[in-house]
């Protein structure tokens, strides 16, 4: 596996990707992932947001359709795509009766392009303590080492998930200013799995909701947040159409409803002349628990 | 894929030498009483493949705990991070067993040679016995791999791969049973070397077996 880095305006590329187990199947799937950008997978339990990261690693072969990272195709048999690309998943396969430090070195003369003052500073940075056994540490701290391994070869592109899953606040939150701070130079292109958006909502330039193995909706977060509203008004109708609403609720005349195209449902409001009108913006989890609700019809996005 | 290998030993080395020194020590109980009863005792060669099948079982025991010790800790997931490909660490998983069975043999040798300068002579027999426990111990041992691979692939459905496996493995059994059996029967100066040949060539197989199944994995999180 050699270090030269061709030259690729997509840092992954999802096509057609499609993999099946007993009950469930997921894709296919097509997505695209510029680099310097951080992409959040979100989804529920079972979605199939690790089985998606886990065939862009290469540790699942697709049934249909694949994945490029930086222009090489996922091939576990032609690992040239490993070069660009750090994952973190649930498991990383340490040696674990070994130290964190003795794990550390061996990664160092096994993972091509290791840059050992990287692996330092980020075990500094972190406070890993190098000479506890990783059968020892706290999640948290595994965690923590599998984010250095992960970033001590320099990738291009970081696959991480659920990396915060289970951890404390205290913890969650130095993990979340390290992915800051990684991000913050818009060279790292991120695809970051999680099912809870509010920690990573700040990070994200783009949102990718997942529900049953399909991709239900690509969209920025800045949209998402100017489009989604809860808006409460007085009218007689209780039955109205209003476009843009997935959510509604009546009580006599008072109207409560959750739209994902505010703009439009306050100007049919207008025309139908509500009273009381009042617009609250939502939550960012809020608005991706309605995404997500089985049943809600939401606009797809194209890629 | 040398790399790799050399890792698990040093990783496992703990057990590895905490086997043979188990293993060791029951040799020397089981002389002390061999010597004891004397006569009474086993022949010789006998005596000698009792005590050889301690030290081939040791390390290839210790083999199946790397081997539980590798899956249950991912190592897949670790080494397909970096330059490795799943044919590679299919070679470590074969390897493995193959260098602990060198310690066997290694061992083995050492326990013969010895026998050697106390008593003064060596029976063929001894050597063919020795060989041949080891044989069959380390043809477990691959079978078993063979084993894991035909029921990972029964898991990621590769079903046509599964039942290739399978067979693999029934005739493999079926093959020791009968080598096992044929112990009894074969007589005259080829009865040790078929039985040896026969052993390596359901050894080999099921290694290439279990390169194959391996490297047609389609799923490496487990």
């Known amino acids: 596996m050699t270090r030269s880095r061709p030259e690729a305006t997509v840092a992954a590329r999802l096509r057609g990707l499609t993999k099946r187990f007993p009950g469930f199947e997921l894709g296919p799937l097509d997505l695209v992932l510029e680099p310097g950008t951080v992409l959040v997978l979100v989804g529920p339990n079972g979605a199939g947001k690790t089985t998606t990261l886990n065939c862009m690693a290469g540790l699942m072969v697709p049934d249909e359709g694949g994945t490029e990272i930086f222009g090489a195709p996922v091939d576990p048999a032609r690992p040239a795509y490993r070069r660009?690309?750090?994952?973190?998943?649930?498991?990383?396969?340490?040696?674990?009766?070994?130290?964190?430090?003795?794990?550390?070195?061996?990664?160092?003369?096994?993972?091509?392009?290791?840059?050992?003052?990287?692996?330092?500073?980020?075990?500094?940075?972190?406070?890993?303590?190098?000479?506890?056994?990783?059968?020892?540490?706290?999640?948290?701290?595994?965690?923590?080492?599998?984010?250095?391994?992960?970033?001590?070869?320099?990738?291009?592109?970081?696959?991480?998930?659920?990396?915060?899953?289970?951890?404390?606040?205290?913890?969650?939150?130095?993990?979340?200013?390290?992915?800051?701070?990684?991000?913050?130079?818009?060279?790292?292109?991120?695809?970051?799995?999680?099912?809870?958006?509010?920690?990573?909502?700040?990070?994200?330039?783009?949102l990718v909701f997942l529900r049953?193995?399909?991709?239900?909706?690509?969209?920025?977060?800045?949209?998402?947040?100017?489009?989604?509203?809860?808006?409460?008004?007085?009218?007689?109708?209780?039955?109205?159409?209003?476009?843009g609403v997935v959510e509604h609720r009546v009580v006599r005349?008072?109207?409560?409803?959750?739209?994902?195209?505010?703009?439009?449902?306050?100007?049919?409001?207008?025309?139908?002349?509500?009273?009381?009108?009042?617009?609250?913006?939502?939550s960012v989890d809020e608005i991706a628990v309605q995404i997500l609700k089985e049943g809600h019809h939401v606009e797809r996005a194209a890629n | 894929m040398w790399n790799a290998l050399r890792t698990e030993i040093a990783y496992n080395r703990p057990w590895l030498l905490g086997g043979l020194g188990l293993a060791v020590g029951v040799v020397i109980i089981v002389s002390v009483v061999f010597f004891a009863v004397g006569e009474e005792g086993p022949p010789s060669h006998a005596a000698a493949g009792i005590r050889g099948m301690f030290l081939f079982m040791a390390p290839l025991i210790v083999g199946f705990i790397i081997q539980t010790y590798r899956s249950e800790?991912?190592?897949?997931?670790?080494?397909?991070?970096?330059?490795?490909?799943?044919?590679?660490?299919?070679?470590?998983?074969?390897?493995?067993?193959?260098?602990?069975?060198?310690?066997?043999?290694?061992?083995?040798?050492?326990?013969?040679?010895?026998?050697?300068?106390?008593?003064?002579?060596?029976?063929?027999?001894?050597?063919?016995?020795?060989?041949?426990?080891?044989?069959?111990?380390?043809?477990?041992l691959m079978i078993g791999l063979v084993a894991i691979e035909a029921t990972a692939a029964h898991r990621q459905r590769r079903l046509r791969a599964a039942t290739a496996g399978w067979a693999g493995l029934v005739v493999g059994v079926l093959l020791l049973a009968a080598l096992t059996s044929a112990v009894v029967f074969i007589q005259g100066p080829w009865s040790w070397p078929v039985l040896h040949l026969g052993n390596l060539i359901v050894a080999v197989t099921a290694m290439v077996i279990t390169v194959r199944l391996y490297s047609g994995r389609t799923d490496f999180t487990r």
């Open chain 1, 84 to 206: 660009d690309m750090g994952y973190v998943g649930e498991e990383s396969g340490f040696f674990r009766r070994w130290t964190v430090a003795k794990n550390l070195d061996y990664l160092a003369h096994y993972l091509p392009g290791w840059s050992t003052d990287r692996a330092r500073q980020l075990a500094d940075r972190f406070a890993l303590p190098l000479n506890k056994p990783v059968k020892d540490l706290s999640r948290g701290n595994r965690t923590k080492l599998a984010l250095v391994a992960a970033l001590a070869p320099g990738p291009r592109l970081l696959l991480l998930d659920e990396p915060t899953s289970g951890l404390d606040p205290v913890v969650r939150s130095e993990v979340l200013d390290v992915f800051w701070e990684i991000t913050e130079d818009g060279e790292h292109a991120v695809l970051y799995s999680t099912h809870a958006l509010s920690d990573i909502s700040r990070l994200a330039d783009e």
């Open chain 1, 212 to 243: 049953d193995g399909q991709l239900v909706l690509r969209t920025g977060r800045d949209e998402l947040s100017e489009r989604w509203r809860r808006v409460s008004f007085r009218l007689q109708d209780e039955v109205v159409e209003l476009p």
């Open chain 1, 253 to 282: 005349a008072e109207h409560q409803v959750i739209t994902q195209d505010a703009p439009a449902t306050l100007e049919r409001l207008s025309e139908l002349g509500a009273e009381a009108v009042e617009v609250a913006r939502l």
């Open chain 2, 73 to 140: 800790e991912r190592r897949a997931r670790l080494l397909l991070a970096g330059p490795l490909t799943p044919r590679q660490l299919a070679g470590v998983n074969v390897l493995l067993p193959i260098f602990l069975f060198g310690i066997g043999v290694l061992a083995s040798g050492l326990m013969l040679g010895i026998e050697f300068l106390v008593t003064g002579n060596l029976a063929l027999e001894s050597l063919h016995i020795v060989g041949y426990v080891g044989g069959l111990i380390f043809m477990g």
